[in-house]
């Protein structure tokens, strides 16, 4: 199948708001522990800008949730690839997403972080797709509010490519 990819939103912008939203976060969790926890693989781009910008002792984890595969579109089945390695119990916890699309894998890991005992737990996301929604989850940080495309960039792939691309590409697949 024959695609392109379109710009979204651009680097400057992406870069503008990772600042912002950081600042946002700083100020929310000024003397408080924090750790912010990336979901693998998207988040990872998002996730390292972000953290530059956040004057705070912080630390770091990450987790591996699939519930897309190679697809574009979610499985509904939420698979746990990889935990947490740190003692989340008692800590403020922020979940660091790339993109949020049904709801369906962030509802999964917000009711283990719960049962896990944190103090608090919150969402950043890069991205979200209200449109898409399957499930109510609550997020307290959104970069982006997008249309339902399919998005590549900046951590996002479509078959494990163009995670690097600077900015979002939204993923225009041709007829032949």
Do not use: H, W
């Not at 680097?11 to 693998?40: H, P, Q």
């Not at 608090?120 to 989850?137: D, H, I």
Request: charged share 30%; proline share 2%; glycine share 6%.
């Amino acid at each position: 199948m024959n695609y392109r990819i379109e710009t979204l939103i651009s680097r400057a912008e992406v870069e503008k708001r990772i600042k912002e939203l950081a600042k946002k976060i700083e100020s929310e969790y000024k003397n408080k522990d924090l750790i912010c926890v990336g979901l693998l693989k998207g988040s990872v781009m998002f996730l390292s800008d972000l953290i530059k910008e956040i004057d705070l002792p912080l630390q770091i984890d990450f987790m591996n949730v699939s519930s897309y595969g190679d697809e574009t579109t979610t499985s509904g089945n939420v698979k746990i690839l990889k935990d947490t390695d740190l003692d989340v119990n008692g800590k403020n916890v922020l979940i660091i997403e790339d993109i949020i699309d049904t709801g369906i894998t962030l509802e999964y890991v917000l009711a283990m972080f719960r049962a896990k005992g944190v103090s608090s737990v919150k969402v950043c996301t890069l991205l979200s797709k209200p449109e898409r929604r399957k499930v109510k989850v609550f997020v307290d940080y959104i970069g982006f509010e997008i249309p339902d495309k399919f998005v590549v960039g900046y951590g996002l792939d479509y078959t494990q490519k163009y995670r690097n691309l600077p900015y979002i590409g939204a993923v225009v697949f041709e007829e032949n």
